[in-house]
């Protein structure tokens, strides 16, 4: 018979069987010693978007030194999952334990979620509980007055008091954002400010198909992603009927219920609510919406899990169809094998870095060369990138964990230079195109890496120069937005002046180059 058991109860059996203290287990898997212990006490589950599991699984079956340890942990085995016959390596059934008291956990917490709405409508319900609304609740009319207000709630709200503080925003009728953007630059900046005071967003969006309004969205979005803080969710199920209300819910501070005339108008009329009670009801109502109907949209690694982004990026990069790149400095999958390798080991880094990074680029330069005679290839890059390699001999070199700004040799300029000749005209697939300073700057000071690849995912990015480690790795794989970053890339390769992306302009610019860099003086 299998038990139910919560994540905390078997991560310390798995700790006891292995005598393996929370201090020893945070410092292999490169976490504060804080959070082992709110795991192991119930506090936190592991959210299913982290590869903490993993992590935790592949450390522990390493630490099997007897049979009596394994005996114990067939028995766990056989008690959270099922018959502890199944031939699977020690690893695997550490990892099913967890996964099996991770799902068991969460379900937990969406009941106890679920009982506590109930019995807060209960109560609010209950004909001899009547609630007064203060001066302070009002009915907003007219769709300015509705948006001037949520602008307002937002910008007066005081920096939070824990790290896990969150606001709820929602948006989910379909009016179209191109006809309003003008009006939203003021409310995405009173989201912002709210982001850089510490507060997470949690953000619920529709999707649909109208494919430019998503687009439209990720514009208005873009500011946010360097955050680590804007955390968007969207339904599940893509015909899920919803009431097309929009919320702005700041916890014990405010509340505003707007509506609109229609499900493709702005929000013409709303509720504003100062009342303690009333924004809680709100909050559990965008709980219960997020926990039951709801997947998240992006999935964010941590900075110590930068082997499994690059591990997902290098999938990805085998995955059939087209792809498009946006970039600051050069991919490095133009750089030949022997200069990368080169240029690795100039950087007097570990072995292990070498030898990751080195097969790293390996993985994704076979799928690259591949992919390419099939498939549509474009890169974007800023024209500085050409500018600082020729003039100041400088790069920036992409690692799988960071990046490192490297002098080059005329010679390894000029071998880099010939190399992207030599895909041109190889490769009829391949493309580059040169932005400006002004359509590369679209998140503030921050470095973009941004790559998409047809209908499977998008990658992303951000770096604050002049540090070498990112401050975002994030990746989507929502049909419809990688369709709609898809269509915002290339408006953005649109923009681009003909002279900056023709093959053969490109090719004699880079050939001059040359020439100029082998004349000696």
Not at 114 to 120: D, G, L, P, R
Not at 246 to 266: M, Q
Not at 297 to 325: P, Q, T
């Amino acid at each position: 018979m299998v038990i139910n058991m919560k994540f905390g109860e078997c991560l310390r059996c798995l700790l006891s069987i292995f005598d393996i203290s929370n201090v020893k287990l945070s410092r292999a898997i490169n976490v504060d010693n804080s959070l082992v212990n709110r795991w192991v006490n119930d506090k936190r589950t592991p959210s299913y978007r982290t590869d903490y599991i993993e992590k935790i699984s592949e450390y522990i079956s390493s630490c099997m030194l007897n049979s009596f340890q394994e005996q114990h942990l067939n028995e766990l085995f056989t008690e959270v999952c099922e018959d502890g016959k199944v031939e699977i390596t020690t690893e695997e059934k550490i990892k099913k334990i967890l996964f099996q008291s991770q799902g068991y956990s969460i379900e937990c917490r969406k009941n106890v979620i679920e009982e506590s709405n109930t019995a807060s409508v209960n109560t609010y319900n209950n004909s001899d509980f009547l609630i007064n609304l203060s001066s302070k609740d009002q009915i907003i009319i007219g769709y300015k007055n509705v948006l001037h207000t949520s602008i307002s709630l937002l910008e007066s709200t005081p920096s939070p008091k824990n790290d896990n503080d969150t606001i709820y925003i929602s948006f989910n009728s379909d009016m179209y954002i191109s006809n309003y953007f003008h009006d939203l630059i003021d409310f995405r900046n009173a989201i912002l400010k709210t982001i850089n005071k510490g507060w997470n967003i949690i953000f619920l969006l529709k999707m649909n198909n109208n494919i430019n309004n998503i687009a439209n969205f990720i514009d208005f979005a873009l500011p946010f992603i360097n955050t680590g803080k804007f955390h968007p969710y969207y339904f599940k199920k893509y015909d899920f009927y919803y009431a097309y209300e929009e919320f702005v819910v700041i916890p014990k501070i405010g509340a505003i219920l707007g509506f609109p005339n229609n499900f493709y108008s702005e929000i013409e009329s709303a509720l504003y609510f100062k009342n303690k009670i009333a924004i809680d009801i709100f909050k559990n109502r965008f709980d219960t919406i997020i926990i039951n109907h709801t997947k998240p949209l992006v999935k964010y690694y941590e900075l110590d899990s930068a082997f499994n982004y690059y591990n997902y990026l290098a999938e990805h990069e085998d995955v059939i169809g087209n792809r498009i790149l946006y970039k600051r400095d050069l991919s490095n999958l133009i750089l030949p094998e022997d200069l990368y390798k080169k240029l690795l080991q100039r950087k007097n880094l570990k072995t292990e870095e070498i030898n990751i990074s080195l097969e790293s680029y390996k993985r994704r330069s076979k799928a690259f060369l591949s992919n390419i005679y099939r498939y549509k290839y474009t890169d974007i890059y800023h024209i500085d990138c050409i500018n600082n390699l020729i003039r100041d001999r400088k790069l920036f070199l992409y690692m799988y964990d960071k990046i490192e700004e490297i002098n080059l040799e005329i010679e390894d300029v000029v071998k880099l230079l010939k190399n992207i000749i030599t895909l041109l005209n190889k490769y009829g697939n391949y493309n580059i195109a040169f932005t400006s300073q002004d359509s590369n700057n679209i998140i503030g000071d921050y470095i973009l890496y941004c790559v998409i690849k047809e209908r499977s995912a998008v990658m992303v990015e951000t770096y604050k120069h002049p540090k070498n480690t990112p401050k975002v790795r994030l990746s989507i794989d929502e049909p419809i937005l990688v369709k709609a970053v898809e269509v915002y890339l290339e408006e953005l390769i649109d923009q681009i002046a003909p002279i900056n992306k023709d093959r053969y302009e490109i090719k004699n610019w880079i050939e001059n180059q040359i020439n100029l860099l082998k004349t000696p003086g």
